[in-house]
């Protein structure tokens, strides 16, 4: 057991160290904007002494790496700043009046709704996934297989709007059964809400199962080779006893890993798909502060979703030690 | 909702259906091994395969037009995919039965080997290739040109709001859909191949360079690219837009140079690990050794020796990392940030042909624009995709 703690624990500091990395690329990309922020807040036709007030008040008169490290211990604090775009521009010139929408503000209700869409998401593709690629290795090479090998590669393949639009024209405009505007308020009833997410979680299901499925079924099948599986054969086990006994226990690892990989995709991947269906998650106000850049929200979302991707990632490594037995019951 | 009962009932039934299907063929063959030792969950699975086709073929010959006179759109995207799936399939075999009967021995000896789904990709790639190449001449206007007919309808109907000048009609500034779609084949693929051979140059090179030298250098690299690598590429990719557009300013076309380098140098990473996983099975090889003790250069090394033994799993990675790049652009062009107008591109249209989605009921045509320029995008990956699939199933060997 102390080998498994061990290598947890190692994993952990990496992770925890990649997470403090990303933060000083993030950091340093961002100080690369020509001018400083207090140039991008008032434009061009900024007076000196503006300028001057706004780098006090924003302490951009500091070293880049005095700044670095508040910016990064107020971020630990859950302190990630003030928009830029809801900035109340009085207080930058130094008639604060007290109020301003932090970034924190901003994108605690949208981080929420963004991880409700990718649970509700990973609530269908994982058993969806796993029983479709379950039942492609018993059948494999039979027409279903490759009936679902098709399918699944060409929604892999495909860009995630186009299959948004393909459901929004089939199952909200020409078959009214589910909106195809995801307008999420504070308030509502979980069954509406659900109601409202589904369309956004069944592309963003199309998106993933593919991957998963496929994962799965090259799991088990690289599995029957195996001597004890040829052995449960022997002893006259149906094919399906087999593979839920015998194959799917020991292909549990890089169903694991596969698993987590694509909850960090979709962490990060809702970003198009929240932009199609409106939903009001994290990856839109990502998009939408892109465009008009604004750059402390953009820092603080790419934080985010480094720091989810990383999680996960590490999660996925750890799981997958775990689901070892060799390594958790040593020699 | 009425619609999951529905469901559950006709589920029930195909089920029941199963279930006489394997009791039938029992009685009826007299116990034959194939009904005596089916599951049950085969015998549904015919029988639900067999409802579908009989669904699909009563569905396709519905009628386009109800009788109050307005198009059954159901029917008529179904019509359209069932028929653009055909003629895939058939052109696919036509392809391959070409290819079966001219070129040269090694040539058609690949083509006999091709599953349809290889023939069909290879055949989209080629088509697009010359799409993207010929575009100028393809094209029935310039991709820039500006018609005093805004916002025509797709079709060329003159009575129901199309224009025979422009069979896919015109955006809301007057240019011609259908010469911005076959230019988007330019602008979009050329993009996306010229950014994978940057991300494969820069890549590569330096991967075989780590696996060469290694130490230090090998080090720093392959910590730099996990750093890299932690980050997930399209936010990456976003927040580097973000700083690129405040350095590119008003000038649109230094932008997208900035986007071509920004998702090269992010793609690389990707072709780093792998350049690098290769080259150091390769440096390990006796005829390396005999390389180095010639006293051949560094250059020699990595061009003549190690990167002929590498080529196969790097061009399955070069189709796979296109798809991912093209994607990359799509997706960044579709959220407004990627490739700039005036150039066309698919992305562009897809977003700014999104809402006619919502007429899909009273003119499917007009709904089909957002889906086609999508279509487009999803259709290139698709063929590539099945051409690197059937690579990669050919080169592991995998009979299973």
Partial sequence: MNSVIRIILQRLALGLLTLFVVSIVIFTAVNLLPGDFAQAILGQGATPDAVEAIRRDLGLDQPPITRYFQWLGAALQGDLGNSFAQANFASFVGADSGVRTTVAQQIAPRF???MFLAAVTAAIAVPVSLVLGILAALFR???????????TLTSISSPEFFLAYVLILFLAVLNPMLPSLSNIFEGMSFGERLERTLLPALTLTLVVTAHMMRMTRAAIINLLASPYIEMARLKGMSPMRVIVKHALPNALAPIINVIALNLAYLITGVVVVEVVFVYPGIGQLFVDSVKIRDIPVV????????????????????????????????? | MSTLPTLALILLGIAAGGWVLRFAGQKATGNAPTFRDMPFAVAFGYVLGASLVVFSVWYFFQPTITDA?????????????????????VAAYLFRALGRMIGTRGSKKLFRQMPLTASFGLLIVILYALTAIFAAWLAPYGQEAVFAKVNVLPGGNPATGGDPLHPLGTDQIGRDL??????GAQ??????FITTCLAFFLGGTLGFLAATLQGWLDQILSRAVDVLMAIPSLIFALLLMTIASAWAGSERWLLTVYMILIIAVIDSTRVFRLARAVGLNIVVMDYIEAAKLRGEGLGYLIFKEILPNATAPLLAEFGLRFCFVFLTIASLSFLGVGIQPPLADWGTMVRDSAQFINFAAFSPLTAALPLLAAGAIALLTVGVNFVVDWMLHRSSGLKE
């Avoid at chain 1, 090479?141 to 399918?151: G, H, L, M, P, W």
């Avoid at chain 1, 775990?322 to 020699?331: D, G, I, Q, W």
Wanted: charged share 10%; net charge positive.
């Fill in chain 1, 141 to 151: 090479n039979s027409v279903f297989d490759r009936a679902t090998n098709i399918t």
């Fill in chain 2, 178 to 183: 259908l010469s911005r779609l076959i230019y």
């Fill in chain 1, 112 to 114: 929420e709704n963004t």
């Fill in chain 1, 299 to 331: 820092q603080a979302c790419c934080l985010i979703f480094a720091a989810a991707y990383i999680l996960l990632n590490l999660l996925a490594d750890i799981l997958s030690i775990l689901s070892n037995p060799r390594l958790r019951h040593p020699k």
């Fill in chain 2, 69 to 89: 006179g307005v198009p059954n759109a159901g029917v008529v995207f179904f019509r359209w995919a069932v028929q653009f799936f055909l003629l895939s399939a």
């Fill in chain 2, 187 to 192: 602008n979009t693929v050329g993009i996306a």
